[in-house]
């Protein structure tokens, strides 16, 4: 079995495998995404797009019942609002503007 095929199972019995290496990325292309239900995502280039709702989404983290949905993620759950938007400064921002 090669290497990248090798997992095992976390505390949430969630199969895992080899950290990623996130230095090599290429920004993909922004568009308004609009589900079938009631969802819609919308891309945003600068931290005011994000506005008042930074709370509002560290809401819905803090109701998470654990953390089960930060596994695959390259990033930690954050602990408060402030490290939320750093989160997403850092993250999802593109940092040429």
Request: aromatic share 10%; with cysteine; proline share 5%.
């Amino acid at each position: 079995m090669k290497n990248y095929q090798k997992n095992s199972l976390n505390e949430y019995q969630q199969p895992i495998g080899e950290l990623v290496d996130k230095t090599h990325f290429q920004m993909i292309e922004e568009k308004v995404l609009n589900g079938q239900s009631q969802v819609r995502l919308i891309p945003f280039q600068r931290l005011e797009d994000v506005g008042n709702r930074i709370n509002q989404l560290y809401q819905v983290i803090e109701s998470e019942p654990d953390e089960r949905c930060w596994t695959y993620l390259p990033y930690e759950k954050p602990i408060n609002a402030e490290q939320l938007l750093d989160c997403l400064e850092k993250n999802f921002c593109n940092r040429n503007w």
